[in-house]
């Protein structure tokens, strides 16, 4: 408001002017804050004010401060999975199934288990030529199913996953109890293999791979996955 201007501008002309418009005749410069603000100077460019400098320090420090929650949230995403490693690891070291379990979608693991044992059994029945022939095949293959429903069973507690994460695998032909005395996830590597895909893979007293996939779930992560040796 021009008129503001002049009325409110204590100045030296010589002092204040850069340059003088044409439009309103009106220098641009810096004047006391038209709205009031004790001790505020406002910048007119010829045809409007500027922001206040105390709200340009503002909207710097609210970008200041946005970029570093963005920052810090960035690096818990890309930390998270292998923050819930650490925890589920914490977790079977302590026998805290309680805590274990809220890492373990159970009806995910238990299925996928269940599909390769019996995946499993089907092969070495089928490679077997004895197996072939025998009339009594079918109910063979009845009793392995019930094998692998106790086999499932036993594995998907929470103290069967911290022995599948200490390097047991279930076999049908495994006589011992599996304590090989390893710690949960002993020498583990793990990394990305997609954007909500993350795997643990543990060697087993085999020396075969037992892979843990961990899927994202929000923010979060879960086990919903465990591929053993076949």
Same mark, same amino acid.
């Not at 309680?98 to 089928?126: C, G, H, W, Y």
């Given at each position: 408001n021009p008129a503001l201007v002049t009325a409110i501008a204590g100045f030296t002309p010589a002092d204040n002017v850069c340059c003088v418009t044409e439009a309103t005749g009106i220098p641009s410069g810096w004047y006391p804050d038209p709205a009031g603000a004790p001790g505020q100077m406002r910048y007119w460019n010829g045809t409007a004010w500027g *922001?206040?400098? +105390?709200?340009?320090? %503002? /909207?710097?420090?609210?970008?200041?401060?946005?970029v570093v929650v963005i920052g810090l949230l960035g690096i818990y995403l890309a930390a998270a999975p292998y923050i819930t490693v650490y925890r589920m690891k914490s977790a079977a070291? /302590? %026998? #805290?199934? *309680?805590?274990?379990?809220? =890492?373990? *979608? =159970?009806?995910?693991? %238990?299925?996928?288990?269940?599909?390769?044992? /019996?995946?499993?059994?089907?092969?070495?029945?089928?490679s077997d030529n004895e197996m072939a022939d025998n009339p009594f095949a079918a109910i063979g293959s009845a009793l392995a199913g019930t094998l692998v429903?106790?086999?499932?069973?036993?594995y998907v507690t929470p103290a069967g996953i911290t022995r599948l994460m200490a390097g047991e695998s279930p076999k049908p032909d495994r006589t011992d109890s599996g304590n090989s005395g390893r710690d949960p =996830? +002993?020498?583990?590597?793990?990394?990305?293999?997609?954007f909500d895909k993350?795997?643990?893979?543990?060697?087993?007293? #085999?020396?075969?791979d037992i892979k843990f996939v961990l899927s994202r779930r929000g923010i979060g992560w879960r086990l919903t996955d465990v591929i053993v040796p076949q």
């Open positions: *922001e206040p400098p +105390a709200t340009k320090r %503002r /909207n710097k420090l609210w970008l200041g401060i946005g070291e /302590n %026998r #805290d199934g *309680e805590t274990l379990s809220e =890492f373990i *979608e =159970f009806p995910s693991v %238990r299925q996928s288990l269940k599909d390769q044992l /019996n995946a499993n059994i089907a092969q070495e029945m089928a429903e106790k086999m499932v069973d036993a =996830f +002993a020498d583990a590597s793990m990394g990305y293999q997609s993350f795997a643990v893979t543990v060697r087993d007293d #085999d020396g075969e």
